[in-house]
C-alpha cells in the first residue's frame, strides 16, 4: 500500500521559515515533488527532485525554497525561507512510481503566512 504523510505546516509571519517533510512507502519512487493550491485557485508546481537530486522550481519560489530528498528513507523535503503571504496555501506531497510511472499525493498540510 502506498502512503505519503505530510508534516510541518503550520502559521508562520512574512519572512519567517518552515520545514515540510514527507514520508513516502510502499514503492520505489522516481521523481518527488511539492505542489501547493491557494483557496480559489488551482494546484500548481512548487518543486520537484529526481532520485538523482536534480531539482526544478516555480518562478514565484526561486531564491527561497529548497527541495531535498532521502533516497534510503523514502524522504523529501521542502525548506521554505522568507515566507511571504502569498505562499499561503495546502501544501501536497507527490510522488511518481519508478515502474508504473502513477502519481501519488499526500492529504496535504496547511502552510499560513500572517502577520
Known amino acids: 500500500q502506498v502512503q505519503l504523510v505530510e508534516s510541518g505546516g503550520g502559521l508562520v509571519q512574512p519572512g519567517g521559515s518552515l520545514k515540510l517533510s514527507c514520508a513516502a512507502s510502499?514503492?520505489?519512487?522516481?521523481?518527488m515533488g511539492w505542489y501547493r493550491q491557494a483557496p480559489g485557485k488551482q494546484r500548481e508546481l512548487v518543486a520537484v527532485?529526481?532520485?538523482?537530486?536534480?531539482?526544478r522550481y516555480a518562478d514565484s519560489v526561486k531564491g527561497r525554497f529548497t527541495i531535498s530528498r532521502d533516497n534510503a528513507k523514502n524522504m523529501v523535503f521542502l525548506q521554505m525561507n522568507s515566507l511571504k503571504p502569498e505562499d499561503t496555501a495546502v501544501y501536497y506531497c507527490?510522488?511518481?512510481?519508478?515502474?508504473?510511472?502513477?502519481?501519488?499525493w499526500g492529504q496535504g498540510t496547511q502552510v499560513t503566512v500572517s502577520s
Open positions: 507527490n510522488a511518481q512510481s519508478l515502474l508504473s510511472r502513477d502519481d501519488f
Open positions: 510502499g514503492i520505489i519512487f522516481s521523481i
Open positions: 527532485i529526481t532520485r538523482g537530486g536534480s531539482a
